[in-house]
């Protein structure tokens, strides 16, 4: 059964970082482009970062910026996905999921990053 799993979620000051990563099953994550989603309280979830299977990374406008902030990476290997994140915002604060884009699949549970003094 296809699946997708987040972890490394938590909480974390303003400044701080969090790696976060993605095991996704190999039906979802062979050859197909990855990409990060966040759903902050209140709002839409929404794309922010993707990465095709050779590596080609992407990053969308969003409000905050993460560009120069975070970064996505994959390991074919291993079928998984991460995000490596720093200077963390109190904004960055929302539950983050991983999906095949743009043939997104069902959503995994997410992981909840929490960013607060």
């Known amino acids: 059964q296809a699946q997708l799993v987040e972890s490394g979620g938590g909480l974390v000051q303003p400044g701080g970082s969090l790696r976060l990563s993605c095991a996704a099953s190999?039906?979802?994550?062979?050859?197909?482009?990855m990409g990060w989603f966040r759903q902050a309280p209140g709002k839409q979830r929404e794309l922010f970062a993707s990465?095709?299977?050779?590596?080609?990374?992407?990053?969308?406008p969003v409000v905050p910026s993460v560009k120069g902030r975070f970064t996505i990476s994959r390991d074919n290997a291993k079928n998984t996905l991460y995000l490596q994140m720093n200077s963390l915002k109190p904004e960055d604060t929302a539950v983050y999921y991983c999906?095949?884009?743009?043939?997104?699949?069902?959503w995994g549970q997410g992981t909840q990053v929490t960013v607060s003094s």
């Open positions: 999906n095949r884009f743009p043939d997104i699949v069902d």
């Open positions: 190999g039906s979802i994550f062979t050859n197909n482009v």
């Open positions: 990465i095709s299977s050779g590596g080609t990374t992407a990053f969308v």
